[in-house]
């Protein structure tokens, strides 16, 4: 049966973005530094075209979140700076003409526009009819693979709250920001239980993966 997997970098003190998020900050100010475990990786780089990189224990964990996924979902700010009503459709997103999905990806979104194709077989489909509409769809688009729920931190935390999410696989950074977006904030005490199933200390990170019971 087809799960969503909920994959995340976080800060140590619970922030997957940083503030003001802008086209110059994508993930907000301070956050790059989050994911400073990752851009090495010699699995970064084959996601991106590019050869080299490095190997190490992350390597394994990367590839794990990578296997069996047939689509993705993703919210607005995670796609792009673009709020409100589309202004037109020259915004593609943030990965340029052949974006690191190659699969079905479904944007949450109140504001309407049309599929959007690109290389590599990666179509970003826009969805304005709630998170339940978008999970069936992906379901449906993953053919029986799993569905990778991307982020950011507004959609993590709507899909935890419905009890949609079957897998929270987290990546924990020892990086402090403040402020930002922060994941599981305006969930209710005691409504997510979780099981271990797995912990890695890698360079610059540790990764903690649970099974939501």
Do not use: C
């Not at 994941?183 to 939501?212: M, N």
């Amino acid at each position: 049966m087809s799960k969503l997997r909920l994959t995340i970098t976080m800060s140590l003190d619970g922030y997957v973005a940083g503030p003001r998020q802008s086209e110059e900050h994508p993930l907000g100010e301070g956050a790059m530094a989050l994911h400073e475990w990752f851009f090495p990786l010699k699995a970064f780089r084959e996601m991106h075209g590019e050869q080299g990189g490095e190997i190490n224990a992350s390597s394994e964990v990367v590839e794990e979140r990578r296997a069996n996924i047939g689509a993705t979902i993703m919210g607005r700010n995670m796609f792009g700076p673009i709020r409100g009503p589309w202004p037109d459709e020259s915004w593609r997103g943030w990965w340029g003409e052949d974006p690191p999905y190659h699969h079905p990806v479904f944007v949450l979104t109140h504001h309407e526009r049309r599929p959007l194709e690109m290389q590599g077989g990666t179509t970003f489909h826009f969805v304005t009819d709630g998170i339940e509409s978008a999970l069936r769809q992906a379901k449906a688009a993953a053919q029986g693979r799993d569905v990778w729920l991307a982020g950011g931190a507004s959609a993590a935390n709507q899909y935890l709250a419905a009890g949609l999410v079957d897998e929270v696989d987290l990546s924990i950074a020892p990086v402090i920001l403040g402020a930002g977006e922060r994941l599981f904030e305006g969930l209710a005490r005691d409504s997510l239980k979780l099981e271990q199933v797995r912990a890695v200390d890698a360079p610059g990170v540790t990764h903690i993966k649970y099974r939501v019971a």
